[in-house]
């Protein structure tokens, strides 16, 4: 088989972020080029010496749960560092938000019973969510080595999203109804926060959906080294 052959249905094979997905189709190709190339220099003819290439660096298969694993490993780092850094960054505008722009002392004292605990249990969920993100990026990262299945880890971060953003939104839509008559906050700083929020938020659902994807088109045989592992 030509490399070129060899490099396109890898390409059609694997499943990941555009980036890490080419740069690893690009590694292939150059390392099949570098092996042709001096098997051409023995002698063999350019298409003898592709095919050989090919032939030692093994079917497609076989090469591709590596490089899918490798692919989910990197979409799990993506999404765990959005988590990471979107979540602080929306609690924190929110909260500079309230101070700059406070509402008024009889909003506050006419605020229903269940404001308080509905606020403290928003900010724990944004904040668990934050620490998870942290977490797996951490462990898909420098704690690689030691992680023996990081398609699980990077599925868990798209079902974390999916749990934790209904709630999200239901506990901030509470909170919403509960400051009603909030005339201290401003229009524009709270359209501008409220764009922030819901973009934040759009890209968590891109991420779990990409994620989900992945580790749905991980090949069997990598889902096989992984229970074996």
């Known amino acids: 088989m030509p490399i070129d052959d060899y490099v396109a249905e890898l ?3 694997l499943t990941g972020p555009p980036g890490p997905k080419r740069d690893l189709v690009v590694e292939a190709r150059d390392s099949l ?6 098997l051409e220099a023995e002698g063999l003819d350019r298409a003898e ?11 497609v298969p076989e090469i591709a749960p590596g490089y899918q694993a490798e692919l989910t490993s990197a979409a799990g780092r993506r999404l765990g560092f959005l988590l990471f ?30 404001y308080s605990p509905v606020s403290r249990l928003l900010d724990i969920v944004q904040l668990a969510v934050g620490v998870y993100g942290g977490l797996v990026l951490l462990a898909l990262g420098r704690g690689a080595r030691w992680i023996r299945r990081p398609r699980l880890l990077t599925r868990s971060l798209a079902l974390v999203v999916w749990i934790s953003l209904p709630i999200t939104i239901a506990l901030a839509q509470f909170l919403t109804h509960g400051t009603e008559g909030a005339s201290g906050l401003d229009v524009l700083p709270s359209a501008l926060a ?13 991420g779990a959906i990409h994620c989900m994807r992945i580790t749905r088109a991980t090949h069997p045989r990598a889902g096989a080294a992984e229970r074996s592992s």
């Not at 080029?33 to 001096?38: I, L, R, S, Y």
């Not at 010496?49 to 079917?59: D, L, N, Q, S, T």
């Open 33 to 38: 080029t570098d092996t042709a190339d001096a």
């Open 85 to 114: 850094i979107s979540v602080p960054i929306t609690v924190l505008m929110w909260s500079v938000l309230w101070r700059m722009y406070p509402a008024d002392d009889d909003v506050w004292a006419s605020q229903p019973v269940w």
């Open 49 to 59: 010496a592709e095919r050989i290439a090919v032939a030692e660096f093994g079917p």
């Open 194 to 206: 409220n764009l922030v929020t819901a973009a934040v938020w759009g890209l968590q659902v891109y």
């Open 11 to 13: 390409n059609r094979t």
